[in-house]
């Protein structure tokens, strides 16, 4: 972000606004592994149900916020924001997005160079410093 909005990469989810409960049942069930296989996935049907269901009740009985007019007037995005997303043909929601990534349609190819980079060109060995928390040297 230290160059902006423009340099950061798009996001691989984009959430409902309001979730229905199919959008409930699928976050709870990746939640249990994105990759998961499917015998992993029916052996915890039980808890993916039990969270599904406190998901719902969760998203029912909450209700929306409320902000202050100083908040909520700095936070209006205009119509026409260069960086409002999703935006075009990018899929909302868990279904959409797994679909669309099945299908290989979803729009993630807007990656960015970033200059002055001195870390590991491997992502997973970035993702690594990253968890262990250690910065990339910079020369």
Known sequence: MNH???ELPKPLLFFKEKENSLESFLFCMYGFGMRASAN???????F?????GFRLM??????DPIWSEAVAKISIIEPDAPFDQP???????WAETALALERNEYPDGDKREM???????????NARLWAQDVPPRLH
């Not at 992993?40 to 039980?46: A, L």
């Not at 969760?58 to 209700?63: E, N």
């Not at 935006?87 to 929601?93: E, F, I, L």
């Open 40 to 46: 992993y996935r029916i052996s915890m049907m039980p």
């Open 4 to 6: 902006g909005p423009a």
């Open 87 to 93: 935006a075009g043909d990018t899929p909302v929601g």
């Open 115 to 125: 200059k002055n980079w001195h870390g590991k060109k491997d992502p997973a060995a």
């Open 58 to 63: 969760a998203l029912r009985t909450c209700r």
């Open 48 to 52: 993916i149900l039990l969270m599904t």
